[in-house]
């Protein structure tokens, strides 16, 4: 269960500490771990908003400020491990540019996550295409096969293999055999129920 580490960086509701709601901490953070940048920036302005637009005494202000500083770093910390936290808030700071600051350091930060992620991503539909690419031949190749292989769902792998190819995947795994026999046909002298079977194509001698 993760509500250990929740709490390791979450205020207590209940505490004084949550000023604003505890819910607006735990939207930042899951914000940053799903990349979602507008969000990010969305609940920024609204912290800008309160900073700037209610009556705060002193305390509430680092507080706020130390409460997002933690949601921020602990984020990213589940995220990558290899970022430098944002430093917490000092007595010197003046709250709406350490805010802004933050603000842009979460934003900088969410967008490196989806670029990384598109990176892994893109990577992982390179393996996959490969992977079909070398195994189109065995006759037991199916997507429920490249899905398991790649730890991912039959609908993902779907999705992915449709955007590299423009087809789905059985005639995007029909054209590589097909092809692959015509080029057994022009260039050897094997008989066509050898081309089948080497090919995957299920072959019934008759």
């Not at 269960?1 to 819910?23: I, K, N, T, V, Y």
């Not at 002193?58 to 290899?82: F, I, T």
Request: aromatic share 10%; glycine share 6%; net charge negative.
């Amino acid at each position: 269960s993760g509500d250990e580490g929740w709490q390791a960086f979450h205020p207590d509701a209940r505490s004084p500490r949550s000023f604003p709601p505890f819910e607006q901490y735990q939207a930042l953070t899951e914000a940053l771990l799903s990349g979602a940048e507008a969000k990010v920036d969305q609940l920024f302005r609204g912290f800008q908003a309160r900073l700037t637009g209610e009556a705060m005494r002193p305390e509430q202000v680092r507080q706020m400020l130390c409460n997002l500083s933690d949601a921020v770093n602990a984020a990213l910390a589940r995220l990558s491990g290899a970022v430098e936290p944002f430093p917490p808030p000092q007595e010197g700071d003046f709250p709406p540019e350490y805010l802004k600051s933050l603000a842009n350091f979460a934003l900088d930060a969410a967008g490196a996550l989806n670029h990384r992620r598109e990176n892994l991503r893109e990577g992982q539909i390179q393996q996959m295409m490969a992977f079909i690419g070398e195994n189109f031949r065995d006759p037991n190749m199916s997507l429920s096969v490249v899905a398991q292989r790649f730890s991912v769902s039959e609908g993902y792998a779907s999705q992915y293999i449709k955007r590299c190819t423009g087809k789905n995947y059985s005639a995007h795994l029909e054209d590589l055999r097909m092809n692959e026999a015509i080029r057994l046909l022009t260039q050897t002298d094997l008989p066509i129920g050898e081309i089948v079977q080497k090919t995957g194509f299920e072959y019934k001698n008759t």
